[in-house]
């Protein structure tokens, strides 16, 4: 049996987008319709990563004394002037400073207070006087060196002051930020919720990873890479599972989505062929906000809002849907989350081959960084060829407005690699 | 009661490392002991960022037929020689390719077969002409422009051929490596385990967090991020606590310790002060493999071997502590998972002011970017000083056989920041 033989019929919807949106265009217009998400609590020792909320206001002084910086001697400076290895000046030792007794030391003229570093100053001392600048003679000490008032003391509030914002709200939490929490005393953090984002992955096609594989069958990859993308860009993801093709079961699978995502994607089925449902289907449930996209790859890419969410359409193949998240679903995560930011490191190096584009078209051309230290373009058929982006070192873009580079071209590369060792030999 | 006066004797220990390792001979030493992990599996989508320990290679071809890879007419090439608009060539549409019906259709010569992208190819069809390039008119179309054999078609095997190594082990999975992985069907992958890593804080002044702080105390800040940044270097970290500078309850905690971590990192004492206990300890329990560094911040660093665990030393204040980390534990914890990598981004800028170093020591220094595309120092009192790193946008390092950098140098610095749309405006 032929099936659909003899159904060929003239449908518009085949010859490809009537109109395809500019890429800027685009994400103006999604992120317009994005709101950001309120806040929950963390752990300090679970928060890098997430976004800070609110101001950080320190409610007191750091440090919240004056302190030792060094190991050594606290000492008035002045009864240090004029010391050298020749001529030592001699003070006389009259205690040792520690937490438990410091209010109850006070140095006077021509004495000193051994201290280690981070313990608070006793009173009258002003500097401290480093071991390596003393010879030590039982309860005198010999200085070798003059120090001048404040010398290897940190001074209260030096760090910050009370009242100082110390992180503002919109950060995304770095290790550091995570250590200035706690000297604050703080054990949680208030940051925004993380967004829910569930994956449909589309297609008659499509069997799940570990099942055993049939004649015309392939395995299912955007459900797995869309949500391991999303994760990395702080959401809480999880694969939704396979549909067939029907549009009766997608329009409900879709339905059920938005009601417990805030985003949800849905790969594949998404172009203008005769089964890409898709689209259809978010024209009856809600509002289409753009539907092809002026890129390659990526061009069958689509936005609707639903119910109050936002639903992506992704194209089918891999490798568009890689270009189409990061352009379009990874700003989405983050500005529900506070913020939005490229954090694709970046190289400018020499093209060692053409890289053809197409005006009025943004090109993402993958391509590898040769051992002389230039670029040159993954040659490959199509974005069906996964591994293009697994042998290739980052991303070049041709912008709307040039037809591509050519050979000898300094070219911005942006990096998918984080072992900089690895790959910067330039 | 004045405590310990009267004390202060002459003390050997008290004047400073006999002898300082040099940064990179000390790291030599230490990856020296670490031994690779074994293997344990994880899912797909938990995998990104966990190291391959085994090459995935592939056992089938992909893709797994021919296939078109554009939506369209799957023709014989040799049909539409010489097509263009004025002179459209006529072939019969004798039906419709889908995965269901492939096998029985076959297009012989002046025929065609409505395919669309990543259906499997009909027998006879060697290239698609795209919709774009066709008039359809009922059971025929006008080819409006001719295709070569192998046009719009990924041939089996394209991306990868049964038997190719597609990752390789030591590899750092990345989000198109979980793509791939999926596309070869995997549900799980074999990875190296995570090292197990327990961080205690010494100190009589630290307090936890969340505690209400009294005079003289301050809140424990590495226990959290050495915690944190073990984490973000794929250890399974946990805080130990706090431990009172006493020999025998950190001799107890760091045996105990040793039994059930992979690493064990110590905070604060590990200086040559009289209460700097933990190197004696070290010494008493295991063999001290460094102690003293070559370096500014993180001088009082050091490490031992006890038990066949590493144990690391690091100096209490917090900047000091992230350095040394970066620079000792962070390799080791990488090196137990089968690679090392430095994946700082850089940029190299010219200096605004100069920075000072010391000949034979690397420094380490908190720099800013300013408004002006330039490369700042933070001025500080000393490492204790935490939001330095946190108004710090990098380090630029002075390396040993420098003295500085003079105002005008070109620095390399390298970013914490990774936002780069954020950062870098040069």
Redesign the interface.
Known sequence: ???????????VR???FEKLTNVDEAREIVLNKVKELDSEKAK??EA?GRVLYRDIVAT?D????D?A???GYAVRAEDTFGASQTNPIYLR????A????????SVGEKEAV?I???T?MPRGANAVVM??HVN????EIEVLKPVTPGK????RG???KKGDT??KKGR?L??????????????EVEVYRRPKVGVISTG??LI????S?K???????????L???S??NGALAE?IGIVRDNYDDIKNTIKNAVKRYDVVIVSGAT?V???DYIPLIAKELGEILFHGVAMRPGEPTGCAVIDGKILFMLP???VAS?VAFENFVKPTIQKMQG?I??????VKLKLKRKIAGSLGRRDFVRVRITKDGMVEPIR???S???????KADGIVIVPENREGFEEGDEVEVRL?E?????I?KS
Chains 1, 2 share one sequence.
Not at 136 to 139: A, P, T, V, Y
Not at 208 to 211: L, V
């Open positions: 049996m032929l099936r659909n033989i003899g159904i060929v019929m003239k449908d085949l010859k490809g300090i020792e890098v007191r750091m440090p919240p004394f302190r910086a060094m190991d030792v009259i205690g040792e520690s937490i438990g007794n410091v209010s109850e030391i051994k280690m570093t981070g608070p071991f390596e030590e003679l039982g309860d290897n003391v940190s001074l030096e760090d910050f110390i992180l995304v770095k290790p550091q930020d995570i250590a200035v929490l706690a000297s604050l005393g703080y054990r008659d096609e799940n990873p570990g099942e594989l004649e015309g069958k392939i395995y299912d990859v955007n459900g797995y890479s949500v391991v993308l994760k990395m694969r172009s062929g005769k089964r089918g193949y891999p890689i913020y930011c490229d954090d694709y490191p970046r490959v058929s199509g069906g060829i996964i591994t293009s982006l697994v998918f984080r072992c900089f060792d690895k910067i």
